[in-house]
Protein backbone atom coordinates (compact mmCIF):
# COMPACT_ATOMS: atom_id res chain seq x y z
CA UNK A 1 0.00 0.00 0.00
CA UNK A 2 1.84 3.11 -0.91
CA UNK A 3 -0.78 5.35 0.79
CA UNK A 4 -0.45 7.71 3.51
CA UNK A 5 -0.38 5.66 6.70
CA UNK A 6 -0.81 6.41 10.73
CA UNK A 7 0.09 4.23 13.41
CA UNK A 8 -1.66 2.79 15.73
CA UNK A 9 -5.40 3.39 14.41
CA UNK A 10 -6.32 3.31 17.56
CA UNK A 11 -5.37 4.35 20.89
CA UNK A 12 -6.68 4.74 24.72
CA UNK A 13 -4.82 6.48 27.17
CA UNK A 14 -6.10 7.99 30.76
CA UNK A 15 -6.10 11.69 31.53
CA UNK A 16 -3.01 13.17 32.27
CA UNK A 17 -1.02 10.50 30.04
CA UNK A 18 1.35 11.46 26.63
CA UNK A 19 0.69 9.85 23.49
CA UNK A 20 2.62 10.14 20.18
CA UNK A 21 1.26 9.58 16.71
CA UNK A 22 3.19 8.54 14.02
CA UNK A 23 2.21 9.47 10.24
CA UNK A 24 4.14 8.08 6.81
CA UNK A 25 3.36 10.35 3.92
CA UNK A 26 3.05 9.18 0.20
CA UNK A 27 6.73 9.08 -0.44
CA UNK A 28 8.21 11.90 -1.68
CA UNK A 29 5.34 14.06 -1.05
CA UNK A 30 6.89 17.43 0.40
CA UNK A 31 3.80 18.75 2.25
CA UNK A 32 2.25 17.39 5.49
CA UNK A 33 -0.80 18.02 7.35
CA UNK A 34 -2.40 17.30 10.62
CA UNK A 35 -6.23 17.85 11.55
CA UNK A 36 -8.13 16.98 13.95
CA UNK A 37 -12.02 15.49 13.21
CA UNK A 38 -14.34 15.15 16.59
CA UNK A 39 -17.60 13.67 16.35
CA UNK A 40 -20.40 15.17 13.98
CA UNK A 41 -17.65 18.39 12.42
CA UNK A 42 -15.67 18.16 9.53
CA UNK A 43 -11.14 17.95 9.85
CA UNK A 44 -9.90 20.96 11.44
CA UNK A 45 -6.61 21.91 10.48
CA UNK A 46 -3.48 21.93 13.36
CA UNK A 47 -0.31 22.38 11.30
CA UNK A 48 1.63 21.55 8.47
CA UNK A 49 5.24 20.81 6.98
CA UNK A 50 7.13 21.71 4.16
CA UNK A 51 9.80 19.40 4.16
CA UNK A 52 11.26 19.49 7.38
CA UNK A 53 9.65 23.33 8.35
CA UNK A 54 7.04 23.36 10.17
CA UNK A 55 5.29 26.54 8.45
CA UNK A 56 2.16 26.97 9.90
CA UNK A 57 0.14 26.10 13.26
CA UNK A 58 -3.67 26.68 14.19
CA UNK A 59 -4.37 27.85 17.40
CA UNK A 60 -6.10 24.67 18.12
CA UNK A 61 -2.95 23.60 18.82
CA UNK A 62 -2.05 24.64 22.29
CA UNK A 63 1.49 24.23 24.18
CA UNK A 64 0.44 20.74 24.75
CA UNK A 65 -0.02 19.62 21.13
CA UNK A 66 4.15 19.25 19.42
CA UNK A 67 4.22 17.97 15.80
CA UNK A 68 7.54 17.27 14.28
CA UNK A 69 8.69 16.01 10.82
CA UNK A 70 12.77 16.33 11.82
CA UNK A 71 14.13 14.23 8.13
CA UNK A 72 11.22 15.90 6.17
CA UNK A 73 9.54 12.50 5.69
CA UNK A 74 7.31 10.83 8.47
CA UNK A 75 5.79 13.00 11.22
CA UNK A 76 5.02 12.29 14.90
CA UNK A 77 2.35 14.46 16.59
CA UNK A 78 2.42 14.44 20.11
CA UNK A 79 -0.09 15.13 23.16
CA UNK A 80 1.01 16.21 26.74
CA UNK A 81 -1.12 15.60 29.86
CA UNK A 82 -4.27 14.45 27.59
CA UNK A 83 -7.68 15.86 28.79
CA UNK A 84 -10.99 14.14 27.69
CA UNK A 85 -11.67 16.92 25.14
CA UNK A 86 -8.24 15.81 23.43
CA UNK A 87 -10.82 12.62 22.04
CA UNK A 88 -10.97 12.60 18.30
CA UNK A 89 -9.62 11.35 14.77
CA UNK A 90 -5.95 12.66 14.00
CA UNK A 91 -5.58 12.99 10.74
CA UNK A 92 -2.78 12.68 8.31
CA UNK A 93 -2.38 14.35 4.77
CA UNK A 94 0.25 14.98 2.23
CA UNK A 95 1.04 16.41 -1.11
CA UNK A 96 3.35 15.98 -3.52
CA UNK A 97 3.94 19.42 -3.91
CA UNK A 98 3.43 22.99 -2.93
CA UNK A 99 1.62 24.19 -6.02
CA UNK A 100 -0.56 20.42 -5.80
CA UNK A 101 -4.36 21.24 -3.95
CA UNK A 102 -5.03 17.70 -3.51
CA UNK A 103 -4.38 16.24 -0.43
CA UNK A 104 -4.03 12.22 0.14
CA UNK A 105 -5.16 11.47 3.60
CA UNK A 106 -4.30 8.59 6.00
CA UNK A 107 -7.02 6.46 7.51
CA UNK A 108 -6.58 8.40 11.13
CA UNK A 109 -5.56 7.68 14.17
CA UNK A 110 -8.43 7.66 17.01
CA UNK A 111 -7.43 8.90 20.15
CA UNK A 112 -9.97 8.05 23.59
CA UNK A 113 -8.88 9.40 26.57
CA UNK A 114 -10.69 8.58 29.85
CA UNK B 1 -12.10 34.74 7.93
CA UNK B 2 -11.98 31.46 6.22
CA UNK B 3 -15.22 29.54 6.95
CA UNK B 4 -17.08 26.79 5.37
CA UNK B 5 -21.03 25.83 5.92
CA UNK B 6 -22.90 22.91 5.11
CA UNK B 7 -26.41 23.71 6.01
CA UNK B 8 -27.77 19.70 5.63
CA UNK B 9 -26.40 17.15 8.20
CA UNK B 10 -28.23 14.58 6.75
CA UNK B 11 -29.75 13.91 3.02
CA UNK B 12 -31.90 10.86 2.17
CA UNK B 13 -32.95 10.74 -1.94
CA UNK B 14 -33.96 7.90 -4.05
CA UNK B 15 -31.80 5.89 -6.55
CA UNK B 16 -32.74 7.92 -9.83
CA UNK B 17 -33.63 11.38 -8.41
CA UNK B 18 -31.74 14.28 -8.20
CA UNK B 19 -28.88 15.12 -6.20
CA UNK B 20 -27.72 18.61 -4.54
CA UNK B 21 -25.32 18.93 -1.26
CA UNK B 22 -25.17 22.56 -0.77
CA UNK B 23 -22.46 24.47 0.19
CA UNK B 24 -21.27 28.05 1.72
CA UNK B 25 -18.10 29.43 1.89
CA UNK B 26 -16.65 33.04 3.69
CA UNK B 27 -13.27 34.18 1.97
CA UNK B 28 -12.08 37.56 1.11
CA UNK B 29 -9.50 36.40 -2.02
CA UNK B 30 -10.30 33.68 -4.28
CA UNK B 31 -10.24 30.53 -3.31
CA UNK B 32 -9.86 26.86 -4.51
CA UNK B 33 -13.07 24.80 -3.60
CA UNK B 34 -12.98 21.00 -3.57
CA UNK B 35 -15.78 18.17 -2.51
CA UNK B 36 -14.27 15.28 -0.64
CA UNK B 37 -15.85 12.49 -0.13
CA UNK B 38 -15.38 9.42 2.77
CA UNK B 39 -17.08 5.99 1.47
CA UNK B 40 -18.21 3.25 4.21
CA UNK B 41 -14.68 2.44 6.03
CA UNK B 42 -12.50 4.20 3.46
CA UNK B 43 -10.52 7.32 4.28
CA UNK B 44 -11.13 11.05 3.31
CA UNK B 45 -10.27 11.31 -1.00
CA UNK B 46 -10.91 14.45 -2.98
CA UNK B 47 -13.66 14.17 -5.19
CA UNK B 48 -13.69 17.08 -7.28
CA UNK B 49 -12.06 20.84 -7.38
CA UNK B 50 -13.73 23.78 -9.28
CA UNK B 51 -10.99 24.65 -10.92
CA UNK B 52 -10.65 21.27 -13.31
CA UNK B 53 -14.18 21.93 -14.05
CA UNK B 54 -14.75 17.69 -14.50
CA UNK B 55 -17.53 15.36 -13.77
CA UNK B 56 -16.31 12.90 -11.22
CA UNK B 57 -18.85 9.57 -10.92
CA UNK B 58 -21.26 11.85 -12.61
CA UNK B 59 -21.19 14.52 -9.89
CA UNK B 60 -20.43 18.37 -10.96
CA UNK B 61 -19.96 21.53 -8.85
CA UNK B 62 -20.22 25.48 -10.19
CA UNK B 63 -18.89 27.70 -8.18
CA UNK B 64 -20.91 31.28 -8.17
CA UNK B 65 -18.87 33.91 -6.57
CA UNK B 66 -22.02 36.12 -6.23
CA UNK B 67 -23.69 33.48 -4.09
CA UNK B 68 -20.23 32.42 -2.76
CA UNK B 69 -21.58 28.81 -3.10
CA UNK B 70 -20.12 25.51 -4.46
CA UNK B 71 -23.25 23.13 -4.13
CA UNK B 72 -22.69 19.68 -5.80
CA UNK B 73 -24.29 18.19 -8.05
CA UNK B 74 -26.10 14.67 -9.65
CA UNK B 75 -28.99 14.35 -12.04
CA UNK B 76 -29.62 11.12 -11.11
CA UNK B 77 -28.28 9.25 -7.46
CA UNK B 78 -27.24 5.84 -7.42
CA UNK B 79 -27.05 3.56 -4.43
CA UNK B 80 -23.26 3.62 -4.29
CA UNK B 81 -23.19 7.25 -4.05
CA UNK B 82 -24.29 6.99 -0.55
CA UNK B 83 -21.35 8.79 1.58
CA UNK B 84 -20.29 11.52 3.96
CA UNK B 85 -19.47 14.30 1.96
CA UNK B 86 -17.38 17.35 2.84
CA UNK B 87 -16.96 20.73 0.76
CA UNK B 88 -13.37 22.63 1.61
CA UNK B 89 -12.03 25.48 0.72
CA UNK B 90 -7.92 26.87 0.44
CA UNK B 91 -6.70 30.12 0.26
CA UNK B 92 -4.25 30.93 -2.15
CA UNK B 93 -0.57 29.42 -1.89
CA UNK B 94 -2.24 25.40 -1.40
CA UNK B 95 -2.13 25.29 2.29
CA UNK B 96 -4.25 24.23 4.77
CA UNK B 97 -7.70 23.09 3.99
CA UNK B 98 -10.83 24.31 5.75
CA UNK B 99 -13.78 21.91 5.74
CA UNK B 100 -17.41 22.59 6.61
CA UNK B 101 -19.15 19.96 9.05
CA UNK B 102 -20.16 17.42 6.38
CA UNK B 103 -23.28 16.04 4.67
CA UNK B 104 -24.30 12.27 4.79
CA UNK B 105 -26.16 11.52 2.07
CA UNK B 106 -28.37 7.90 1.93
CA UNK B 107 -29.12 6.59 -1.25
CA UNK B 108 -31.94 4.78 -1.25
CA UNK B 109 -33.32 1.66 -3.38
Known amino acids: DTGVSQDPRHKITKRGQNVTFRCDPI?????LYWYRQTLGQGPEFLTY????????KSRLLSDRFSAERPKGSFSTLEIQRTEQGDSAMYLC????????????FGPGTRLTVT | AQRVTQPEKLLSVFKGAPVELKCNYS??????LFWYVQYSRQRLQLLLR??SRESIKGFTADLNKGETSFHLKKPFAQEEDSAMYYC???????????FGQGTRLTINP
Open chain 2, 88 to 98: ALSGQGAQKLV
Open chain 1, 27 to 31: SEHNR
Open chain 1, 49 to 56: FQNEAQLE
Open chain 2, 50 to 51: HI
Open chain 2, 27 to 32: YSGSPE
Open chain 1, 93 to 104: ASSPHPLSYEQY
